[in-house]
Structures are given as C-alpha cells and as structure tokens.
C-alpha cells in the first residue's frame, strides 16, 4: 500500500480570481502538499496564475491541469514550459488536455476529430524543443515545422534559450481508454478526472498496454497518476454527497452533447449508464436540481470521499491500493490542515 501524495488544485476562475487563492497555496506548501495546480476552459488562462502564486512559494511543484492544446500551438506550449521551469527553479509540470469539441471548435476555432493523433504529434514537437538537439522540424497531418506554404519563406528553428531541464514531466489528461493508454506511452503522468477504485484493474491494463507501447515498459515504476479527488468531511453522508451532486450532474449531464460528452462515458463504464442518461435528460431540459438529486449515493462514493474522517480514512485505502500517486484536491485554505490530517497522518 503506497502512501499517496496530496497536490492542491486552485480550480476554475468564475466571474474573476477566486477569494484567498494565494493564502491556500501558501498554506498547501506549509502543510507539505507536493504540488499545486491551476486550470483553463475559456475564462482565465492556466500559465499567468500559475507564475503569480508559484512566484510566492520555494518548493512546491507548480502544475497545470490542463493547459488546453487547441489554445497553443506546440512550440507556444513549450516555450511556456521552457519558462516557466527556469521560473520556478524547475518545479513545473505540464500538464495537456484536449478539451472537448465545443471548446475547442466554439472558442479556439480550431478543429476537434483525431484528438488522439494530434496529441501524439503535440507532444513529440514539445519534446524536440526541450530537447533542443535541433532545429525542430515535423511533418504530420496536423502540424507542419517548417510550415508547408503561406510565403514559403518558414525556416526550422531551435529555441533560444537553453531548458534548465530537457526532460520538464508532460502529463496528460485522459478518460477514454485509447487516451490513458497513450498517457502511460508518450507522457510522464495522467491526469484522471472521474477515477473509481473499482475500475482499477482496468485502468492498469490500459496503462500497461501504453507502458509496453513505449519501449520502456520500465517507466511505470516513476509515472504519476495525480487524479482530481473530492473530499467533503462532515458527520451526515448526505449531506456531505448533496456538495458532490451537482457537479457530478454537471460533468455527466451538461458538459458536451448526446453523444459527444467523454464524461458521462465514464460513468457509464462504471455501470452507471442508466443513471447518466437520466441525469443529461434532466440536464439538457434545464433541470438541474433534478438531474444532481437523481444521482445515487453509491455514485458519489465511487468517485469522491464524503462523511465523517474515520469513514474517509478507511474507505482512503481503497485509493491507496490504486494506480493512483497523488489526490489532487481543491477548498478554501481553512479546509487544507484537515485534508492533510486525514490523508497524510
């Protein structure tokens, strides 16, 4: 049974900054957390609070979970990287997504199909430029270096300034099974959103299949798994599941369209498809008190840790016995010393 690392995650930006997010990050490096993490959608960016608040910390791992890939192009992504490591003395971590298609096609205007080729193309021209062994050239179905037309005047390049590491960690978001298997292939780390200990043994497979298509089935031994992991302490269950529900519904219900929404997916791999296709119905008619009431309890337990601490404490061992290497948690700074105390000891 493996220790599991804690990271904070300061979450979504709303209508602007988010109340004392600076004094949780401080408070998260105080009590030992591993990492912090910030995130993008079509609000604010993931880079520019990221440099602010690391900026007020000495040692813990600074993290996005995601930078969005259709938002940068490759090089962008990296040259971000490339700084933000020397920034911070080495403590990032890049984290890359590719979002889904109403992100990507409503707000970048980019196009969504193949996301699993793009990915791979992305990350193989983010390693050359950390590499910096070359000029960075590629030539796939999504990216061309030099580009191939416009004024024929593209020349391949190498950055000018040299990594402070070649080898800054990549993690990459993933649910579908295709997507954890390249994580454990092409990445460093996988971010998961929706894991359930009960589906470990197949998320172990998908990995092992990515480790075995790398070359280097020996890089499991140092990969993270840094899942996103709501905790609510409180003595009523319910109640502390009522906190859970409405973004459960939100993700299984409202995030894409029929068909197209990788979340609700999750679920149902669960074996929650009855469930989920309850909760888009109500979701998508707009009612979405219903569609958060309408998830069971025993949904929530599967994703989330809710109730009183010793009833977290003996249900974290089922997380423990996981894939998983970090929680990545998210709350208000008062709320950290708890979280630690229950998860760290």
Known sequence: MAKLKLGYNTGYWSAGPPNGALEAVQEAERLGFNSVWTAEAYGSDALTPLAWWGAQTQNIQLGTAIMQMSARTPTA???????MDHLSDGRFILGL???????????????YPRPLERTREYIDIVRQVFAREAPVKFDGKHYQLPFDGGANLGKALKPTVHPLRNDIPIYLAAEGPKNVALSAEIADGWLPLFFSPKDDAFYRDQLDKGFAASGNPAKKDNFAVTATVSIVPGDNVQECADMIRPFLALYAGGMGAKGANFHYEVFERMGYGDVADKVQNLYLEGKKQEAAASIPLEMVEDVALVGP????????????DSCITELLLS??????????DIILG
């Open 77 to 83: 992504a990296a040259m971000a990287a490339i700084t």
């Open 97 to 111: 997504g590719a979002s889904g298609p109403q992100v990507v096609e409503g707000w970048y205007g980019q196009p």
């Open 309 to 320: 601490a010793g009833k977290i404490k003996e249900e974290l061992s089922k997380w423990e």
């Open 331 to 340: 709350g208000p700074a008062v709320m950290l010393p708890q979280y630690a």
